[in-house]
């Protein structure tokens, strides 16, 4: 199927086309697996009528010009693409991404980020649901982390402010005792187990 996506204020722009297989689960999104009916519960249901969350393939092309906008570098090329798609009168817009890379048997959670840009454009009424529901990137999470949990002992991410903190921790997610390293166990791994993984994880960061 296809989706015509176009490019938030960037005059000049061409509507970004995104090709690609995404089984339907309900109306309230897309999942890679549409068997998921857990998964896409935990997306708020008062964003069901406007907002998608999904794994996208190939999804480094939508996440772009979010990327770009908040971090000026290319969006990830590896791992696994977690998006909220916004619907407006015009298509659908990328308004908020996360990446999931796999490292030995944890994920890595990386590159979150919202287009405050997106969230202006809604209507009043959309804007003040999303806040209700905790905003985007809580949606985000709480999918990625159910989408992996099975698959994944933990996923572990950097997290440097109170804000992004707010939402990981609504999501199960720990301190470390590091600086902004944190985790979420979905197994918790003992001894020498645990400590090689951590060890994996500091030389690996940042990630």
């Known amino acids: 199927m296809y989706l015509l996506l176009n490019s938030v204020n960037r005059p000049g722009n061409p509507p970004i086309i995104f090709t690609g297989n995404l089984p339907r689960c309900n109306r309230v999104g897309y999942c890679r697996n549409p068997a998921s009916v857990e998964v896409m519960n935990l997306v708020d249901p008062r964003l ?9 393939r190939e999804g480094q092309v939508l996440a772009e010009p979010i990327f770009r906008y908040k971090y000026g570098d290319p ?102 005792d590091h600086p902004y390293l944190i985790v979420r166990w979905n197994r918790q791994l003992q001894g020498a187990e645990q400590r090689a993984l951590l060890d994996s994880i500091h030389q690996r960061e940042p990630f």
């Open 75 to 176: 969006a990830p090329v590896d791992g696994h693409h977690i998006m909220a798609l916004y619907r407006d009168a015009g298509g659908w817009l990328p308004a908020a991404y996360v990446n999931y890379l796999s490292h030995g048997p944890a994920m890595l959670s990386r590159g979150a980020c919202t287009d405050g840009r997106v969230l202006r454009a809604m209507a009043p009424e959309q804007l003040a649901a999303v806040t209700a529901a905790g905003g985007l990137m809580l949606q985000l999470m709480r999918y990625g982390e159910a989408l992996f949990e099975d698959e994944s002992v933990a996923t572990f991410a950097c997290c440097g402010d109170a804000r992004s903190w707010s939402v990981v921790e609504q999501c199960g997610y720990q301190r470390l």
């Open 48 to 56: 069901s009528e406007f907002i998608l969350v999904s794994e996208i």
